[in-house]
């Protein structure tokens, strides 16, 4: 019997025998664990398992798949056991696995679902899902500025369970306005008779219902928070993102960009191993036909020098390693600018300032490879002067490939494009056809020396 058979066993054993033996699964396996044995399970299993589970542990169980493999999951379900699982759910969660579904799967849904859920998902619905709108739960806990700590604390205990997080307290004014937050630890440690305007901080940072999921990560990060709350231009109180959807948003941003270098635009939560074989060529084929182009260009380039090669035939040896040292160069620029970008560690005023940086550093890596390419082909071929024309080209194109391999990706963050869609394919196409151009004008200018 397999890992994966054996742990569909336990599970199984457990929910089948619970009733008897009063056994909470949860007790004894976690709920991370459980949804990590399910994803391993066929379609006909899952359906098994959750026909099992009460609809709060089929909540639980569920937030810790992939919107994908939720999306997959509820699909198979009857629409009013659905709707029982996803009241046991934080709303932003809803409203993501709901956005996942087919449009008349999701309404059905929702027309199951009690009115107070309902508002709460479709007004986050109509936010984009990439901004802090789309990010934030409505599951917060707020008290007017006028509350007594002794009132807040007993108001506390019955707001406290269905709460996204209770380690911040916000603090409104009598429009609803955001005014001051207090931790926990402020508010068990002050006075009963103090109001929460004595102890709230004032200086709250926050975010607009509209700003983008990564500058909103960005902040969270730069300021450790557990979370942050978000307002509409009026400063009115709308919800709060806390830190386990800013890790979720910064896997998706890593992943989208580890995608794009790689000149592929499939999607980070989509299902690798069931997404379609026509989806998945769709998403990679755009790129490749860039460096297909790219390939036959630089095949005319070599074409176009046939009797340049033709003369000295050594000169087609040396043809790989200029090329894929320039690749390896332009590559190693654009994805360290990339990152540096996406993280906040180059700013726009420091583009440039990055980008002289590192065409010196471009004339370093030119010189240590030229040299010792020069070196290489005069021993190997017994032509000082051939070591000459590859260690010249191999110079010039390192340090081509380097300033290439920022210098691209600049220019499209200033066109407002994201420069991991650039920094792959068009980095590599552009480096191989301006390295194999440099290499044969410098061979056709020395060739009656060789």
């Known amino acids: 019997m397999t890992m994966e058979k054996e742990a569909w066993m336990k599970i199984l054993r457990y929910l089948k025998i619970r009733d008897k033996a009063r056994t909470d699964i949860l007790d004894d396996i976690l709920p991370q664990d459980i949804a990590e044995m399910i994803t391993e399970m066929e379609p006909v299993e899952q359906s098994e398992v959750f026909e099992l589970l009460n609809d709060e542990e089929a909540a639980l169980i569920l937030g810790e798949l992939e919107i994908a493999e939720q999306a997959n999951i509820i699909s198979t379900m009857a629409d009013k056991r659905s709707a029982k699982i996803l009241h046991f759910m934080p709303s932003d969660d809803v409203a993501d696995l709901l956005g996942g579904l087919e449009n008349q799967k999701a ?41 007594k700590v002794k009132q807040a604390l007993s108001k506390l205990r019955e707001l406290a369970p269905s709460a996204e997080t209770v380690y911040y307290l916000y603090t409104v ?12 630890r402020e508010l068990i440690a002050s006075p009963d008779d103090e109001t929460l305007s004595q102890i709230m901080r004032t200086n709250i940072l926050s975010v607009n219902v509209e700003t983008d999921q990564e500058e909103v990560a960005s902040i969270v990060q730069k300021y450790d928070f557990l979370a942050i709350p978000v307002v509409n231009s009026e400063n009115k109180l709308l919800g709060i993102i806390t830190v386990d959807d800013i890790m979720d948003v910064i896997e998706e941003e890593t992943t989208e960009d580890i995608y794009h270098l790689v000149g592929t635009s499939e999607k980070e939560g989509e299902s690798l191993v069931h997404a379609s074989v026509l989806a998945t060529a769709k998403a990679r084929l755009p790129w490749l036909i860039v460096c297909l182009l790219g390939g036959l260009i630089s095949g005319f380039v070599i074409d176009s020098y046939e009797d340049t090669l033709a003369s000295v035939i050594a000169l087609a040896a040396f043809i790989p390693v200029i090329m894929d040292m320039g690749g390896n160069v332009g590559s190693q620029s654009s994805t360290v600018f990339v990152r540096g970008v996406a993280t906040g560690e180059i700013m726009p005023k420091d583009m440039f300032g990055y980008f002289f940086k590192d065409f010196k550093v471009g004339l370093i ?36 490939a380097a300033t290439i391999g920022t210098l691209i990706p600049i220019f499209f963050v200033r066109l407002g494009v994201d420069p991991a869609v650039t920094a792959g394919p068009f980095v590599t196409t552009i480096k191989d056809v301006t390295g194999l151009m440099i290499y044969f004008y410098i061979a056709m200018t020395f060739m009656e020396y060789l």
């Open 107 to 147: 309404q059905s849904i929702l027309k199951n679902m009690n009115k107070e859920d309902v508002d709460e998902v479709t007004g986050l619905l109509n936010y984009p899902t990439d901004s802090a709108g789309g990010l934030m739960t409505t599951e917060y806990i707020a008290f007017k500025e006028t509350t």
């Open 173 to 184: 004014d009598e429009q609803e306005r955001l005014v001051g937050v207090i931790s926990l």
């Open 365 to 400: 890596m030119g010189i240590v490879c030229g040299v010792s390419v020069a070196g290489a082909a005069a021993l190997w071929q017994g032509n000082p002067m051939l070591g000459v024309v590859v260690g010249l080209a191999m110079f010039c194109t390192v340090t081509l």
